[in-house]
């Protein structure tokens, strides 16, 4: 069966999953959804860290954002290396605004203010997760990456997307492929 990549020349809208060798301590385990990919480059949400230093709540009351108990008990997310002081909104594709990019699968992304008033009202989107930060590369180079053993794609999961079991998405996403940690090779091969 092709991969989506080979079919439609992105990855927008699937999970990247790191190989165990991918050798940057920084995507360790790592699961990420590509909200963008294309000859451009790509980006993406990482969707199994938790960013430590922040919580929700506490992110609102430092931008003036006034939250009450309508306000989600959302985790903020370390979505990658790049701009970590940058917020971004995964979430369902039930709000969409000017400014949100609409992705693949049901899934868009919005990284304005006015989402993150909406949640702490409670009238925001369904589903979401909140990430500092994101995940990117340049023209080429995911793909390099990927033929070097570095990443498995896998259609994106709400459940894997977004729930709170962070520590288990990484095993999960790896599940969807048919697979277990322990029967990753590190070798690359073609057929």
């Known amino acids: 069966m092709p991969s989506a990549l080979q079919t439609t020349g992105s990855l927008a809208g699937q999970l990247l999953v790191a190989m165990p060798q991918m050798g940057d301590a920084r995507f ?24 430590r230093k922040i919580t929700f709540t506490d992110l609102l009351g430092q931008l003036d954002i006034e939250h009450g108990p309508g306000t989600p008990g959302l985790r903020v997310l370390a979505g990658g290396p790049v701009e970590e002081s940058r917020g971004f909104v995964l979430h369902s594709d039930d709000y969409v605004r000017q400014d949100t990019l609409k992705v693949e699968g049901g899934y868009a992304l919005t ?30 180079q995911l793909e390099r990456e990927m033929a070097a053993n570095g990443w498995l794609n896998v259609p994106a999961d709400e459940a894997i997307v977004f729930d709170h079991e962070l520590d288990t998405k990484w095993e999960r996403a790896l599940a969807r492929l048919g697979l277990t940690p322990g029967t990753l090779s590190g070798a690359a091969g073609r057929a």
């Open 28 to 51: 360790e385990r790592t699961v990420i959804y590509l909200c963008a990919h294309g000859k451009d480059g790509a980006l993406g949400l990482e969707v199994n860290r938790p960013f």
């Open 111 to 140: 990284a304005t203010v006015e989402i993150l008033k909406a949640l702490a009202r409670g009238d925001g989107p369904q589903r979401s997760l909140l990430a500092l930060g994101y995940s990117g590369w340049g023209p080429g």
